[in-house]
């Protein structure tokens, strides 16, 4: 079983970066895929960006994708969000999430473990 503990949230104005953590405790990090995810007020949880073991692939939602940089570094337990040219509309809970075996990397129901989640967001 593994623990997640993500940082790096705040308020950040538009057009402006931010870079999120997500450290990890408890088991091997590199046995996990992981990803992040964000939940905006009123609205479904959606996926952001996945990473695989070993950092080989990424995968990005289309909304994020030129913008935001998933990387990990498995010497520090840990998996990294960079947020550029943000936006008002990327306002939300940002959660990380880690799964041994993944299946679907964009769907929250293949993942087994999750953050308590950091709060960023982007003033107009």
């Known amino acids: 079983q593994v623990q997640l503990v993500e940082s790096g949230g705040g308020l950040v104005r538009n057009g402006g970066s931010l870079r999120l953590s997500c450290a990890a405790s408890?088991?091997?990090?590199?046995?996990?895929?992981m990803g992040w995810f964000r939940q905006a007020p009123g609205k479904e949880r959606e996926f952001v960006a996945a990473i695989s073991w070993s950092g080989g692939s990424k995968y990005y939602a289309d909304s994020v994708k030129g913008r935001f940089t998933i990387s990990r570094d498995n010497a520090k337990n840990t998996v990294y969000l960079q947020m550029n040219s943000l936006k008002p509309e990327d306002t939300a809970v940002y959660y990380c999430?880690?799964?041994?075996?993944?299946?679907?990397?964009?769907?929250?129901?293949?993942?087994?473990?999750w953050g308590q989640g950091t709060q960023v967001t982007v003033s107009s």
């Open positions: 408890g088991h091997t990090f590199s046995s996990y895929f």
């Open positions: 999430a880690a799964e041994e075996d993944i299946g679907s990397y964009y769907e929250e129901f293949d993942y087994d473990y």
